[in-house]
């Protein structure tokens, strides 16, 4: 079992910045963030697994940044150019498998319990 610990979300205004972290509990060999808002579907951000291979959601791609500090078991998302539609709820997920990196759910076993996003115009 794999716990995982959220922080660093909260209220901004569009085009501001903020950073998420996640701290899994044991070793994984990825991580990343999936999101979802009211009415609507769970969509991957992004994620990284521990050959450095990045995915990113293609609605934040050139905005969202996602970096790992292996030495903690600590990823970070880092949302600059925030824009309204950014408003969600964040789960960081992790799995301990090796599979090829993709932004679907099912290839994370371990989720977060979400840290909340909220970004006004």
């Known amino acids: 079992q794999v716990e995982l610990v959220e922080s660093g979300g909260g209220s901004v205004q569009a085009g501001d910045s903020l950073t998420l972290s996640c701290t899994a509990s044991?070793?994984?060999?990825?991580m990343g963030w999936f999101r979802q808002a009211p009415g609507k579907e769970r969509e991957g951000v992004a994620a990284?697994?521990?050959?450095?291979?990045?995915r990113y959601a293609d609605s934040v791609k050139g905005r969202f940044t996602i970096s790992k500090d292996s030495a903690n078991g600590t990823v970070y998302l880092r949302m600059n150019a925030l824009k309204p539609e950014d408003t969600a709820m964040y789960y960081c997920?992790?799995?301990?498998?090796?599979?090829?990196?993709?932004?679907?759910?099912?290839?994370?076993?371990?989720w977060g319990q979400g840290t909340q996003v909220n970004v006004s115009a």
């Open positions: 044991r070793h994984t060999s990825k």
């Open positions: 997920v992790a799995d301990r498998r090796w599979l090829i990196l993709r932004l679907v759910a099912s290839d994370f076993t371990y």
């Open positions: 990284r697994d521990n050959n450095n291979v990045i």
